[in-house]
């Protein structure tokens, strides 16, 4: 399975997929790695790990349909099968995305459908909640709403800021991800309008 990857920071969840696989523990093939930032710490561990990147300028595009649907062309011209969103902090235009619903994953850290959007570790704390964790769902043109995967939880500790909560979740996530991306190329995981797992409805 060929796939790409949006990321828009540092990205640690792509390097968990990189690693991964340079493990051999995760069969695909990657074969861009695209952002919205050319500074990126996502784009550096692609180019060391020999995998093309792309970086496109939202400030280049009349409107962000127009840049959605020239990042789409270009995901579609590497050849991917699959996309991951790992850390990319752009809402993605729901026509843009329409030919993709289905073949797009992305992971968000919390326990969806609880903390759609922003500050998810901070609302968590404030909210008093007794865990947290991430979540790897199917993207479509809700924010956070597609159909949730697999999701990794932990216990929020006394001593938990926004800042170690967040720093205590990573490593759930680096799990979970490629775990994720295993059942896709493995054909595990399918969706035909909706999401099956195993030939079975998974929500
Ligand atoms: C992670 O918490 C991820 O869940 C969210 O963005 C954060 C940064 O991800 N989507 P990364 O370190 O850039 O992969």
């Not at 690693?19 to 500074?39: H, Y």
């Not at 011209?77 to 969103?85: C, I, N, P, R, T």
Request: hydrophobic share 45%; proline share 6%.
């Amino acid at each position: 399975a060929k796939v790409a990857v949006l990321a828009s920071g540092r990205g640690s969840n792509l390097a968990a997929l990189l690693e991964a696989r340079a493990r051999g523990e995760l069969p695909v093939e990657f074969v861009l790695v695209g952002s919205d930032k050319a500074g990126a710490g996502a784009l550096r561990l692609a180019e060391a790990a020999n995998v093309p990147t792309l970086a496109l300028d939202p400030r280049s595009y009349p409107d962000r349909r127009a840049f959605d649907l020239d990042l789409f062309r270009r995901i579609a011209a590497s050849g991917a099968d699959w996309l991951v969103l790992a850390g990319f902090m752009r809402i993605l235009d729901g026509e843009a995305l329409k030919p993709w619903v289905g073949r797009i994953i992305n992971i968000h850290p919390s326990l969806l459908p609880k903390y759609r959007g922003l500050h998810t570790h901070r609302r968590a704390l404030e909210a008093g909640d007794a865990e947290h964790g991430a979540s790897v769902h199917f993207v479509t043109a809700e924010l956070d709403g597609g159909p949730v995967i697999a999701q990794a939880c932990l216990a929020i500790e006394a001593g938990d800021d926004e800042e170690r909560l967040a720093q205590r979740l990573l490593p759930l996530e680096h799990r979970l991800l490629p775990a994720v991306l295993n059942l896709l190329a493995a054909g595990r995981l399918q969706w035909d309008g909706a999401p099956r797992f195993d030939g079975q409805p998974l929500s």
